[in-house]
Structures are given as C-alpha cells and as structure tokens.
C-alpha cells in the first residue's frame, strides 16, 4: 500500500512543501497586530472590522453555498452563538491591539494556548500535570515582567484587552467543543455564520461608536487598503482554507505546532518593522511566554477522542492544541 502524505518522513522535500503554507499562515498571523495598527485607530476599530469581514463573506460564502443550504435550524443558531462569542474576541483583540505593542500583543494572545486546557480540565474536574501548571505559572510570570517591561508599573489598558481577549478565545474554544447543534457541522458553513453573525454585530454598533465604515474606507489611502486587504486576504480567507487542507494532509500536532509560532512572528514584525523597543527584563519575559506556552503545548492533558465525523484540529469535539477550531 502507498504510504499517505501524513506517513513519509518528515524530512523529505514534501513534508517541507506541506509544512510551508502552516508556516506562512503563522507568518500572517504574526503580522496581523501590526497591520491592525496601520489600518485601524480607536475611534475606527469597529468600521475597520466591518470592512475587513464585510471583504470576506461574500467569496466565503460562494464557496459555501452548498454547505449552507444543508444547515437546519438547530445549526444556524448554534452557529449564531458562537458568533456572538466571537464578535467579543475580535473586539477585544483589536481594541487591544491599537492600545499597545505589537509584539506584547501578539505574546499576550498566546496565552489562550495555556488557559484553554486549565479551562478543561476545570469543567472536566480533572487536574492538569504538575509539568502544565509549571508552564502556565511561567507564562503568568512572563506576561507580568513583559507588561510591566521589567518593572513594577501596571498593564496598559491593551495588554489588559488582549489578555480578555485569550480568557474569551479559551471560552470559545471550549463552549465550541460543547455545542452539540455544530459538532458535525461542515466547518466552513459554521464558520461563515460565525463570521456572518460577528460582522453583523460590528455593523451594528459601527454608526454610534465611531465614523461609518464606507466614511473610513474613503479615508483610506493605497497603504492602508493594502494592509486591510493583508487582514482580509491572507490572515483570513487564505489561513482558514490552508487549516483546511493542513489537517488533512500532514498530522494535526504538526500543524498545531507550526502555527504556535505565530506570536515568535508577532515579536519579530513588531520588533523589525513597528519598531517596540523592550528593556532586558520585558524580553526575558517575553521569552518566557514563548518557551512557557510551548511547554504548555507539549505537556497539555490529552484531549477527549473525538465524537463527530473527524478528528483534529478544525473540529470541535476535542479540546486541547491540537483540536482548536480554525481561527479565523
């Protein structure tokens, strides 16, 4: 019998083409905090998000015409809840984003790897390995020397969004493995209405919180749209349709391993192109959320087998890293 993709060695030249596009979407990923700083202010975020969606749906949903005219009611409405949860993540995300570093944000964000399985485990009445623990006391400790930047000032009121915006992205994760209406849905009919469902949220309090979304996409000039179109195109439509295929065509720990490098991206972008300037004792915390949320990664609790119609990431029965619901 052929060995499958999944099964030749990792080494060889096409598991280095498989693993490339997971790269890059964590490349993307990582860029995302920057490029939300060069297209969004905080008068804007919610036209912005608006717009960046509002971009998205319609190719989204020619793709999943079919799917979506197979869903029945319990789903649309399942799916409509998620929604809503997610409309909460990306607003604090992005709120965040434009009130701190790029680089503290993509670390902070991260942080969703460590608190997911400590959310599970505490629904579960189960607890974590002393190894799990360690690595969640670690990135505590991280985050505070990064957010203070070596000192004993306080979080900005960014950091503090961000870091809502992974204890609601981890609340996601798990109310996702727990929604029996979409646990054999097709993934890309949810997910458009999720994204249906969130950008129908923004449209809706866009007017009384800030300048129309179509005020803001005139205000644009050429490197604004190329940044939105960054957000739209690469960190969204692009991300969500390699996760798609990734899954299926090398391991799913692979792939969550290779996207757990999105906030290492997130540093070097901020670092490099936005210019955050960290004292000795911030970096060393940011090197310790890093080395903190990968050994959380490692030696999470295994996640519950999986009770739909596959496994893996992208589906929403098993709750651990390599089983989040692809992030869009």
């Given at each position: 019998m052929p060995a499958s993709s999944s099964d030749l060695p990792e080494g060889s030249s096409s598991s280095v083409l498989r693993d490339l596009p997971v790269l890059l979407v964590a490349v993307v990923w990582g860029s995302s905090f920057l490029a939300v700083q060069r297209v969004a202010e905080p008068g804007t975020v919610v036209a912005m998000l608006v717009l960046r969606f509002g971009?998205?749906?319609?190719?989204?949903?020619?793709?999943?015409?079919?799917?979506?005219?197979?869903?029945?009611?319990?789903?649309?409405?399942?799916?409509?809840?998620?929604?809503?949860?997610?409309?909460?993540?990306?607003?604090?995300?992005?709120?965040?984003?434009?009130?701190?570093?790029?680089?503290?944000?993509?670390?902070?964000?991260?942080l969703a790897m460590v608190l997911t399985p400590l959310g599970e485990s505490a629904l579960g009445r189960t607890a974590p390995p002393k190894a799990f623990l360690a690595a969640a006391g670690l990135a505590v400790l991280g985050v505070a020397l990064l957010t203070g930047d070596g000192g004993l000032r306080p979080p900005t009121l960014g950091d503090l969004l961000v870091l809502g915006a992974a204890l609601v992205r981890s609340a996601y994760v798990l109310a996702a493995a727990r929604t029996r209406a979409v646990r054999d849905t097709d993934m890309l009919a949810v997910t458009w209405v999720q994204l249906a469902v969130a950008t129908g949220v923004f449209a809706a309090v866009a007017l009384p919180v800030g300048p129309a979304p179509w005020t803001v996409a005139r205000s644009y000039?050429?490197?604004?749209?190329?940044?939105?179109?960054?957000?739209?195109?690469?960190?969204?439509?692009?991300?969500?349709?390699?996760?798609?295929?990734?899954?299926?065509?090398?391991?799913?720990?692979?792939?969550?391993?290779?996207?757990?490098?999105?906030?290492?991206?997130?540093?070097?972008?901020?670092?490099?192109?936005?210019?955050?300037?960290?004292?000795?004792?911030?970096?060393?915390?940011?090197?310790?959320?890093?080395?903190?949320?990968?050994?959380?990664?490692?030696?999470?609790?295994?996640?519950?087998?999986?009770?739909?119609?596959?496994?893996?990431?992208?589906?929403?029965?098993a709750v651990g890293p390599n089983a989040e619901p692809a992030r869009v």
């Open positions: 971009l998205v749906l319609p190719l989204l949903g020619v793709v999943a015409w079919r799917a979506l005219r197979r869903l029945n009611r319990a789903e649309w409405l399942g799916g409509a809840a998620l929604g809503l949860v997610l409309s909460g993540i990306f607003l604090l995300e992005t709120y965040g984003a434009v009130h701190t570093s790029a680089t503290n944000a993509g670390l902070i964000i991260s000039g050429a490197g604004q749209w190329a940044w939105l179109l960054h957000l739209s195109l690469f960190c969204t439509l692009f991300a969500f349709f390699v996760q798609m295929w990734a899954v299926r065509a090398t391991s799913p720990s692979r792939v969550s391993l290779l996207l757990g490098t999105e906030p290492l991206w997130a540093a070097v972008f901020g670092i490099t192109v936005a210019g955050n300037r960290m004292g000795p004792l911030a970096l060393l915390g940011g090197a310790l959320v890093l080395v903190a949320t990968e050994w959380g990664r490692r030696t999470t609790p295994a996640p519950r087998p999986a009770r739909g119609r596959g496994e893996g990431e992208g589906e929403p029965d």
